[in-house]
């Protein structure tokens, strides 16, 4: 990876919407070599996905919530159990596996707290040892771009 490369991640981190004639000015090159590029950074993995990112408070999802988890299954059965039972939780954005006391840390967006119960009715269906829960109540900062 060398530095148009980088260059042509940090605007696509900005604004993935940006056609590939204003990528290719912008980096210093042609179109036919910027495509080429992004296509490459495609195929490697590099760029996993282009999305939309949508203001939750808007869709009336105001909600954020991080749910702590711990288990006292630590097998490979009850780990398979548990990735479908969070795959089909609507609402919960992102799942990571930890070390320490904590096994799971989750973030969900839902609407209020009926929505939150709900979820967390989902969740306890995976035989859970100990849920808790912690309420945003202010975000002080959120992106996506990777410092490159």
């Known amino acids: 990876m060398d530095t148009q ?5 940090r605007l696509l981190q900005q604004d993935a919407a940006l056609s590939v004639a204003d990528l290719a000015e912008a980096v210093g090159m ?11 950074l495609e195929d490697d ?3 996993r996905q282009r999305v939309t990112l949508l203001d939750p408070t808007k869709l009336g999802l105001g909600l954020t919530v991080f749910v702590t988890v711990r ?8 780990a398979k159990h548990f990735n479908k039972v969070v ?3 609507e609402g919960v954005l992102e799942v990571y596996r930890l070390g320490g006391q904590i096994d799971y840390l ?17 969740l306890i269906a995976a035989d859970l040892f100990d849920v808790t ?13 990777l410092p490159i």
């Open 5 to 9: 490369d980088r260059k042509l991640l």
């Open 30 to 40: 042609s179109k036919s070599a910027c495509w080429r590029r992004i296509q490459k």
């Open 45 to 47: 993995g590099t760029i």
């Open 71 to 78: 288990t006292n299954q630590h097998n490979a059965d009850w």
């Open 87 to 89: 795959q089909d939780v």
């Open 106 to 122: 989750l973030k969900a967006v839902v609407a209020d707290m009926p929505g939150y119960d709900r979820l967390y009715q989902q």
């Open 133 to 145: 829960a912690s309420f945003v109540m202010e975000e002080i900062k959120t992106t996506t771009v």
